[in-house]
């Protein structure tokens, strides 16, 4: 596959996770809403690593934070350190139920320290750059 169309493929899959995981909170399934957005903070770092010819294979955490310190600009790293955290504990969420409702909403919605958007907003603010 083409790397644009790998860029495609990723941003698509960002797109698609990210209105899932909207839907899902709404219901109340944290749980899943929280795997959804992990999935989309993957999808645009995979995206971006496409962007930069950098090969994607399984990616362990200390993997992916690499990419980041070496392969993103310095304008754009915190906020890419940021979601990275966040997803984190989205993801443990996930299997280990870590958050409550009112804790999965503060967590998603509460703004970051460099910039006081809400990971949806850090999400789509970020995957708006390569539209």
Same mark, same amino acid.
């Given at each position: 596959m083409s790397p644009s169309k790998r860029v495609e493929r990723y941003r698509d899959l960002l797109e698609k996770y990210l209105e899932e995981a909207k839907k899902l909170a709404e219901k109340g399934d944290t749980r899943h809403a929280a795997e959804k957005l992990w999935g989309a903070i993957l999808a645009l770092v995979k995206m971006y690593a496409t962007m930069k010819n950098v090969p994607r294979v399984h990616?362990?955490?200390?993997? #992916?934070?690499?990419? #980041?310190?070496?392969? =993103? +600009?310095?304008? /754009?790293r915190q906020q890419f350190i940021e979601l990275l955290d966040k997803g984190s504990a989205l993801h443990e969420h996930f299997y280990a139920r870590s958050y409550g %409702?009112?804790?999965?909403?503060? +967590? =998603? %919605? *509460?703004? *970051?320290? @460099?910039?006081? @958007? *809400? /990971?949806? @907003?850090? =999400? %789509?603010? @970020? /995957? *708006?750059?390569?539209?």
């Open positions: 990616w362990s955490r200390g993997k #992916i934070e690499r990419f #980041i310190e070496n392969n =993103v +600009e310095k304008d /754009l %409702e009112g804790d999965f909403r503060g +967590e =998603v %919605e *509460s703004g *970051s320290r @460099a910039n006081r @958007a *809400s /990971l949806w @907003a850090a =999400v %789509e603010r @970020a /995957l *708006s750059r390569w539209r």
